[in-house]
């Protein structure tokens, strides 16, 4: 039995000032299951092909009012995209001189007039196989750089990608005289989970609280897995953040939510090192302080968090919170 075929219908621009020519072009066109957008002259193409969701594919007149497709044309390449239009230019000069100038305005094919409807069609169909050529490629496109970015697992950050996200708020943080908080999670005991109940489990320990803290963090915070059971929240200091309060909640939340395992439901307890950027700092000496911070929530028992409130400084003080 033939699959049936649910996709939409490719939309593709007229663009044409001639009536009998443009009904011609629309009865070729919606016949072979193209929806069919129409403008009458250059200015109305233009403001069309513009817009985010214009056409992928056009068929321009070379001659109309207002503005000619050719400068409809050069128009359209100035615009930044990924994906931008196959444009076929309509023209009823066949001077090679003049083909030659509109390919080079960049138009990626022409049609002469009077057309042949099965040259149309054939022009049509080699131009929407390559808008899905485009398509296809600009998706695998992404794919990869999510790949490259993202945490295969949790689907967080990555490593580099958090990191890089860092150097970048504390850049733009130096710029505008802001401040950043920046928390290192680490899962309390999990490798004695690891060793009790096996890895899948202890990944699906990891891919729940990857979950709880998407939920927890702000639209302009950012959050990654820095590797094992350690995650990074990075949290810049604007519109009265209480950060502080943020952080000894999610600890406290965690330690409240059962994990749904193959193992049955589970518990596990966050323990959290807390610092502050100051003008100046680096990445590696907020994310050393940050790391000491940690480092003596674990130290007083776990389930904590764990705030330095004067990292940068000679003498260093830290409060511990539940």
Not at 90 to 110: C, S
Not at 299 to 308: A, H, I, L
Request: aromatic residues 6%.
């Amino acid at each position: 039995m033939k699959k049936e075929d649910t996709s939409e219908p490719m939309q593709i621009l007229i663009s044409e000032d001639d009536f009998t020519s443009r009904i011609a072009l629309t009865g070729v066109l919606q016949k072979n299951g193209y929806e069919v957008a129409v403008t009458v002259n250059g200015a109305e193409a233009w403001d069309v092909l513009r817009q985010p969701d214009a056409p992928r594919l056009a068929i321009l007149d070379w001659m109309m009012p207002e503005m000619d497709g050719l400068e409809v044309v050069r128009r359209v390449r100035t615009l930044e995209s990924d994906r931008p239009p196959y444009i076929i230019l309509l023209t009823a000069r066949d001077e090679k001189a003049d083909i030659i100038v509109g390919l080079e305005a960049g138009a990626n094919d022409y049609l002469a007039k009077p057309f042949d409807a099965g040259e149309l069609r054939a022009r049509v169909e080699v131009g929407r196989r390559l808008v899905e050529l485009q398509d296809a490629l600009c998706e695998s496109r992404e794919i990869l750089r999510h790949q490259a970015t993202h945490d295969p697992l949790t689907g967080l950050l990555n490593r580099r990608a958090i990191f890089d996200h860092l150097n970048k708020e504390i850049a733009r943080q130096e710029r505008q005289g802001g401040a950043l908080a920046v928390g290192i999670c680490d899962i309390d005991h999990f490798k004695r989970c690891n060793d009790t109940y096996g890895h899948q489990t202890g990944d699906e320990i990891l891919c729940e609280l990857a979950r709880i803290l998407k939920t927890q963090v702000r639209e302009v915070d950012a959050v990654g897995r820095m590797g094992g059971e350690e995650f990074l929240i990075v949290v810049p200091l604007e519109g009265g953040c209480d950060y502080l309060s943020s952080f000894i909640r999610l600890c406290s939340l965690v330690e409240q939510t059962r994990i749904p395992t193959k193992a049955g439901n589970l518990s596990c307890t966050l323990s959290i090192g807390v610092a502050c950027s100051t003008p100046g700092v680096t990445m590696d000496e907020i994310l050393e302080a940050a790391d000491a911070a940690l480092y003596q929530a674990k130290n007083e028992g776990r389930n904590r968090v764990v705030y330095d409130v004067s990292p940068f400084k000679e003498e260093s003080h830290a409060h511990s919170y539940r």
